[in-house]
């Protein structure tokens, strides 16, 4: 064999050699790389959800006229379709961030080459050249830290997607769930955070600058970086116009128009302790979850006007009284309730001053002293246990052995220290004097007062002693209303009631609530105290609220010390309770009884309310007769100054002459004050 013939079997054998070991490199890499990509993809999570998408979307709540109210949200993101966009919203984004989606295969290996080699130059991560698809399987299924391996698995991921889902559905996932800034996820919620309107609405200019946002949302936010967000706006349309979307015209003119952004204040919220009764009520029962990921419809019974209404009139009333008593403005609070009486529907809650403050609601958490707003309570089991607003007790000192008290006696004492001798149950109520009201309760017995008062609606404990009478035991502003309710309602008790419906994203009713409504006790019993009750409006503790020039039924409260101040009073239609006092329970001030801290409140509110709709008369029940008597006594009269007073038929003092109410004028009905 010749040297030659040897140099050139030997150049063979080395190139074999080497031919060979590079098909081993290569197929080890391929070999590597293949049991990564299958490693990586038994890791990966599967992407058949897709096809379901449910992402976190936000809980609206609406009131009565189905407006908007508020949200609850942990990413604020309202779904819309793709095919509501417009065509160059779409355009926009594709153009902005990945110019050619519709031809790659969920990789881009030209973006990834060209980001490669920049990230090689810089010694780190500065450009990451991902595709939407792969933005999509970060957003969906991956962390957002900046590591190769991490990488990897997005590319995996975005190569299974793009084969699993079309190109309009990748985009539908990325223009829902793309965050945008300030909090809003997906085009749905941009657009309507920054410029107050749907995307279906967007123009060209404004579709140009949210796709400018997802490379910096912070650093391109047109609220706080508004020259750059107008540059990047800039670059969207230059490459919208490059990739033919667009003509230059278009691009110029989208350069030359205003943006009118929505302003970055924040929306005043109209019931915020209405809106928190509601959250607490969703959570405990179908849990947060649900609440802030599942995007709840929920109606309401809150009334805008109505709510607004009360708001006003509490700020109104509790300023009136920081005024009076020089008090710094927000030490006082006050809560108030109204509520529709035949339905229970809730139609306005304020649960204190300042929600930023202060989250409890005095409304409906804080349980304090009624007074003499609990009266009703125990007169009206007294005329269901035969007592009529004729019958009379001796006002006089009464004294019962206490040894917590000082001298070991408890001497309850009327509101103004005086004593009135004989005082029909009618008087009793309308000059709210306590002792005979102690004595009705002894009279009647305490637990079956007690027992009357929480059937009416009354659920928090009740002291089972004779300072119930005067409203010892504490109770919420909801309960009070809700029992008054039934005097209000012809003794019917319905279930206050703050949501109508709760609808989730597919449709499907959570719960749906009616009235719930109940007859507790005799129309006609309801109808005695609730006559009687006209005439604290009319002529006692309550006149104050006279001027709504109406039929209004109420109760005063104050507490000892004048710690708290209250006043319930109703229409046939509605029911309004007002509560005013200190939190840390201390004294609102000299003579800031509940008709006069409490009552104003509910007369501002109430006015407003009620306008414009027809006055409205408290019907009579069948069976209820009505007799001429003397105002003081009780006893039959047919002489001047004399008032209709009612009773039971069958139950009329001797010798009275009874007439039915066709024969009784409603204006004859109400007593009148012979002097103002």
């Known amino acids: 064999m010749t040297r030659s013939r040897k140099r050139l079997l030997g150049k063979w054998g080395f190139a074999s050699i080497l031919a ?4 081993l490199v290569v197929a080890l890499v391929l070999a590597v790389t293949g049991y990564l990509f299958y490693f990586f993809l038994g890791e990966l999570p599967s992407v058949d959800t897709l096809k379901d998408y449910r992402p976190s979307i936000a809980t609206r709540v609406y009131a009565d006229n189905n407006e908007l109210i508020d949200e609850f949200f942990l990413e604020d993101r309202k779904i819309i379709k793709i095919t509501d966009l417009p065509k160059y919203v779409i ?6 961030e990945d110019s050619r989606f519709f031809e790659h295969k969920g990789l881009d290996f030209q973006g990834i080459s060209r980001a490669f080699f920049k990230n090689i130059q810089a010694g780190r991560i500065v450009q990451g050249g991902s595709t939407i698809t792969q933005q999509v399987a970060k957003a969906l299924y991956l962390s957002p830290e900046k590591r190769y391996i991490r990488k990897v698995k997005e590319a995996i991921l975005a190569y299974k997607i793009d084969h699993y889902l079309t190109k309009e559905e990748i985009l539908n996932l990325y223009l829902n769930h793309i965050y945008l800034g300030h909090g809003t996820y997906g085009v749905e919620a941009a657009a309507q955070g920054y410029f107050g309107k749907s995307a279906r609405y967007l123009s060209l200019p404004e579709a140009a600058i949210l796709a400018g946002l997802p490379k910096a949302p912070s650093a391109y936010s047109p609220f706080t970086h508004f020259d750059k967000a ?3 706006q800039a670059y969207v349309l230059e490459r919208m116009e490059e990739d033919g979307y667009i003509t230059k015209q278009d691009r110029e003119r989208a350069l030359n128009t205003s ?12 019931a915020p302790y209405f809106i928190e009764h509601i959250r607490r009520y969703i959570v405990e029962k179908y849990g947060s979850d649900v609440l802030y990921k599942e995007g709840l419809e929920v109606y309401t019974t809150l009334n805008i006007e109505a709510q607004k209404a009360a708001r006003d009139a509490v700020e109104r009333g509790l300023s009136e009284l920081e005024e009076r008593q020089g008090y710094d403005r927000g030490l006082v609070q006050g809560a108030l309730i109204a509520m529709d009486v035949k339905t229970g529907a809730v139609k306005s809650l304020v649960g204190g001053r300042e929600f930023s403050k202060s989250e409890f609601n005095r409304a409906t958490q804080s349980r304090r002293q009624p007074g003499s707003a609990f009266k009703p309570f125990i007169y009206t ?15 006089d000192p009464i004294q019962f052995p206490d040894p917590s008290k000082p001298g070991g006696f408890w001497q309850p004492k009327n509101f103004d220290g005086k004593f009135n001798g004989p005082t029909t149950l009618r008087n009793a109520i309308v000059q709210s004097r306590n002792i005979i009201t ?5 009279d009647i017995g305490i637990d079956y007062a007690a027992s009357y008062a929480n059937v009416m609606g009354i659920t928090s404990p009740l002291g089972r002693n004779l300072s119930l009478a005067l409203g010892s035991s504490g109770v919420t502003l909801l309960e009070m209303v809700r ?20 609808v989730d994203r597919t449709g499907h009713v959570f719960e749906e609530n009616q009235p719930k409504v109940e007859q507790v006790i005799d129309s006609r019993i309801a109808f005695i105290s609730s006559y009687i009750m006209q005439d604290v409006v009319e002529s006692g503790t309550g006149r104050r609220v006279k001027s709504i020039g109406r039929p209004v039924a109420g109760k005063t409260g104050t507490t000892n010390d004048v710690r708290d101040a209250w006043f319930l009073g109703f229409t046939p239609s509605m029911i309004t309770g007002v509560w005013v006092g200190f939190d840390q329970e201390r004294s609102l001030g000299h003579q800031e009884v509940g008709g006069r801290a409490a009552a104003p409140i509910w007369l501002y509110f109430m006015s407003q309310a009620l306008s414009g709709t027809p006055i409205e008369t408290f019907p009579v029940p069948e069976g209820i007769v009505f007799v001429k008597v003397d105002p003081k006594t009780g006893a039959p009269s047919s002489g001047r100054g004399t008032i209709y007073e009612s009773f039971l038929e069958g139950t009329t003092p001797p010798g009275a002459v009874p007439v039915d109410a066709e024969q009784v004028k409603p204006e004859e009905m109400i007593p009148k004050e012979e002097t103002e």
């Open 20 to 23: 060979v070991l590079i098909g």
């Open 91 to 96: 355009q926009a984004f594709v153009a902005a």
């Open 230 to 232: 107008r540059q990047r």
């Open 259 to 270: 943006l009118a952004l929505r302003s970055v204040k924040p929306k005043e919220k109209v």
């Open 381 to 395: 089991a007294a005329f269901d246990k035969g007592l009529t607003p004729s019958t009379r007790f001796i006002d």
């Open 438 to 442: 102690i004595k009705v309760l002894q």
């Open 483 to 502: 029992g008054f309710g039934v005097l209000a309602n012809q003794g019917k008790r319905v279930t206050p009631y703050f949501i109508t419906k709760i």
